[in-house]
Antibody, heavy 112, light 107 residues
Framework: QVRLQEWGAGLLKPSETLSLTCAVFGESVSGYSWTWIRQPPGRGLEWIGEINHSGRATYNPSLKSRVTISVDTSKNQFSLKLYSVTAADTAVYSC??????WGQGTLVTVSS | DIQMTQSPPSLSASVGDRVTIACRASQSISTYLNWYQQKPGKAPKLLIYTASTLQSGVPSSFSGSGSETHFTLTISSLRPEDFATYYCQQTYTTPRTFGQGTTVEIK
């Protein structure tokens, strides 16, 4: 059974870097595509980006050059970094495999 | 970006009702269309992929249809556990955009 679990800092100040990790259980990160999605409180879903089995990452242009997704095969996990955060980045951040398996999501709040 | 537009934004229905939710893409996406169900505080659950393929474990009361730019999700007979928010998503290209959601409420 595939299971994903996110963790990282839940409270950030404006201009800081959001850093989240998604641990993968029951499946190797060396296969499939691994995705980050976010959902601001009370709003819809936004695709942040994904990284495929070859390590090639694709990002949402709306986040411009603020985002990096990487994979650590030795730890069987993948990570998200979002730089220079603002209050608009406050959201529940979720990781997923092929949109089939999702983590439970973690709330990240940006506030001064 | 491909824009995904769902209608209606919300609807009220009773247990046993047949419900249809529409999703329109701003350009052709073939059948690269997913449907999700989301309940408060939970991650979205994949219901249907490639427009009409039922994900394993999803009740047969759910069905999807459509291609190119027009798609529908149908719940043939609403059960109490089906009251939730439903999203469509295109996976034809990146960014992989979602509809704004349709909330199915109890009448």
């Amino acid at each position: 059974q595939v299971r994903l679990q996110e963790w990282g800092a839940g409270l950030l100040k404006p201009s800081e870097t959001l850093s989240l990790t998604c641990a993968v259980f029951g499946e190797s990160v060396s296969g499939y595509s691994w995705t980050w999605i976010r959902q601001p409180p009370g709003r819809g879903l936004e695709w942040i980006g994904e990284i495929n089995h070859s390590g090639r990452a694709t990002y949402n242009p709306s986040l411009k050059s603020r985002v990096t997704i990487s994979v650590d095969t030795s730890k069987n996990q993948f990570s998200l970094k979002l730089y220079s955060v603002t209050a608009a980045d406050t959201a529940v951040y979720s990781c997923a495999r092929d949109f089939t398996y999702w983590g439970q999501g973690t709330l990240v709040t940006v506030s001064s | 970006d491909i824009q995904m537009t769902q209608s209606p934004p919300s609807l009220s229905a009773s247990v046993g009702d047949r419900v249809t939710i529409a999703c329109r893409a701003s350009q052709s996406i073939s059948t690269y269309l997913n449907w999700y169900q989301q309940k408060p505080g939970k991650a979205p659950k994949l219901l249907i992929y490639t427009a009409s393929t039922l994900q394993s474990g999803v009740p047969s009361s759910f069905s999807g249809s459509g291609s190119e730019t027009h798609f529908t999700l149908t719940i043939s007979s609403l059960r109490p556990e089906d009251f939730a928010t439903y999203y469509c998503q295109q996976t034809y290209t990146t960014p992989r955009t979602f509809g704004q959601g349709t909330t199915v409420e109890i009448k």
